[in-house]
């Protein structure tokens, strides 16, 4: 039952440290003149994929994996954008682009890695990752 309970706590905070990193990187990029045009953005086919954050950055329409963690124990949270998060992201922001008639070649996608709880350090990785010459 202990267990259980316990579970729950850790997953709750895993939600909220989650979000909370999602907001610090939606006022960052508001800060940095961006415009911030949806959060948690999914293709409404109900297709896999999720873009934490897209904006505008001049002409560049940019699409944000946001990455959180409570301290860097476990590594760097940008390292967790593998290879088949990096082909959800390319999926589902082609989905974005298509349904909001954009133009593809004006694309970027970036990371934003915090990392802390009490200050926590942001660090943007501006180009984080190209388009892969196939998605799987």
């Not at 967790?80 to 082609?94: E, M, P, Q, Y």
Request: proline share 4%; net charge positive.
């Amino acid at each position: 039952m202990l267990y259980r309970i316990a579970d729950r706590i850790r997953r709750s905070l895993r939600h909220n440290l989650g979000k909370d990193g999602e907001d610090l990187a939606h006022r960052y990029l508001r800060r940095k003149k961006y415009l911030v045009v949806a959060r948690n953005y999914r293709p409404a086919s109900g297709a896999p994929g999720e873009i934490d954050l897209v904006a505008w950055d001049g002409p560049k329409l940019v699409f944000v994996e946001v990455k959180t963690r409570a301290g860097d124990r476990t590594g760097f949270p940008e390292r967790a954008v593998d290879g088949v998060k990096r082909n959800l992201i390319i999926r589902t922001a082609r989905d974005y682009v298509r349904r909001t008639n954009s133009s593809w070649e004006n694309v970027r996608f970036d990371v934003i890695s915090i990392t802390g709880v009490r200050k926590p350090r942001i660090e943007h990785l501006v180009g984080a990752f190209a388009e892969p010459m196939t998605i799987d």
